[in-house]
C-alpha cells in the first residue's frame, strides 16, 4: 500500500515579536496600519515636487557662503532706464513707490524702501546741502525692480534685474517675493514633511532591519553633528 504524500502547506512566517516600535499595541489594527502607510504614500506624492526642489535649493543654499562656495544662480540686469519726472511730484518712499506701480504697471507692493536723509556736506572746501534720496524695490522670483531718486531732481533712476531658473527656485525656497497663498501652501509642504519623518519612523519599526541598526545610524548621525558644530559657536567674554 502506498502511502499518500500530502503537499507540504506553507507556513506563514512568524511574525516579529515586539510589533510597531512607540505605536500603542491597541492601535496596531490593520486598519490603523494601512492608513498610516496610505497617508504616508500620499503625502509624499502630494509633496513630491516641492520635496525635490526644496533638497536641490537647499544644497545650493549650504554652500552659499565662502566655504566650499558652489554657485546658486544668477542674476542679470536687463533694463536701465533714466525716466523724466515733474521735481516736485516724489517727496518720499511711498510716493516713488506709488510713481512707479503707476508707470510701469506694477502690480505688488514694494518689498524695501529706504530714506537716505540729506544734510550739509562739505564738497571742494565748500559747504553745500545735500538733498534726501529715495530707493524702492519691488521683488519677485524672477526679477528685481528698483528705482532710485534724489529730491528735486528731474529723473528717476530705474533698474531690472532678472533671475535665472535656478536663482527664482531658491528665492521661493527663502519665501522671498511671493504672497501668502504660496506662504501658506510651503506650510503645508512643511507640515507634510513632519508627518513623512513620523510616519516613516513608526513605518520603519516593524517593515525594515533590526532596531540595534536604527539605534546606531541614529547615533551616529547624532555625534556627526556634535562634533561638526563643535567648533562653529562662537565664544565671548566682557573684559
Known sequence: MV??????SKK????RAGGYLFIPRNFQTNTVLT??????AWTGFYGALFFFCLGLTGFYLNHRTAIMHIEGGV?????SLSVPVEPDLITSEETLA??????F??????????????????????????APSYSVSFRGPNAVITGDYERGANRVSVKRTNSSLLKALIDLHKVVGVNKLFILIMDTMAGAMMFMVLSGVLLWTRL???????????????????????GTWIGWAAP
Open 35 to 40: 492608513w498610516l502607510r496610505r497617508g504616508h
Open 105 to 130: 504697471a506694477i502690480d505688488r507692493e514694494p518689498s524695501r524702501g529706504r530714506r537716505r536723509g540729506g544734510g550739509p556736506v562739505s564738497f571742494g572746501g565748500r559747504r553745500a546741502e545735500q
Open 12 to 15: 506563514k512566517p512568524a511574525r
Open 75 to 79: 542674476a542679470k540686469e536687463v533694463a
Open 3 to 8: 502511502d499518500e504524500i500530502k503537499p507540504e
Open 208 to 230: 525594515h532591519g533590526p532596531r540595534l541598526a536604527a539605534a546606531g545610524i541614529l547615533g551616529a548621525v547624532a555625534v556627526a553633528t556634535m562634533l561638526a558644530l563643535s
Open 98 to 103: 506709488a510713481w512707479m506701480q503707476e508707470e
